[in-house]
Nanobody
């Protein structure tokens, strides 16, 4: 079992910045890739960014150049630095951890960007 706890969400004006953090506990040795996803009201959950155990990132086109994903394997944490936020970035942001068979999700943290 892996437990994931997100933090760092909040309300910010367009153009502002937030940093989300995800702390993993439990069977952390089983975690492979990790990622951030978000879900806006009335929409499906979508990929924001992922990062491998070696630190290789991938980003959704909508956040490239604005967001930076990072991971500290020693501390079992993953961050998402979000800059130049837009109202369309609003939604519940979830942390996901991939294991050998299946995946785990955190409870999510709300990000609201006002125009």
């Amino acid at each position: 079992q892996v437990q994931l706890v997100e933090s760092g969400g909040g309300l910010v004006q367009a153009g502002g910045s937030l940093t989300l953090s995800c702390a993993a506990s439990g069977s952390i040795f089983s975690i492979n890739a990790m990622g951030w996803y978000r879900q806006a009201p009335g929409k499906q959950r979508e990929l924001v960014a992922t990062i491998t155990t070696g630190g290789s990132p991938t980003y959704a086109d909508s956040v490239k150049g604005r967001f930076t994903i990072s991971r500290d394997n020693a501390k079992n944490t993953m961050d998402l630095q979000m800059n130049r936020l837009k109202p369309e970035d609003t939604g519940v942001h979830y942390c996901k951890a991939e294991v050998r068979v299946g995946s785990y999700w955190g409870q999510g943290t709300q990000v609201t960007v006002s125009s």
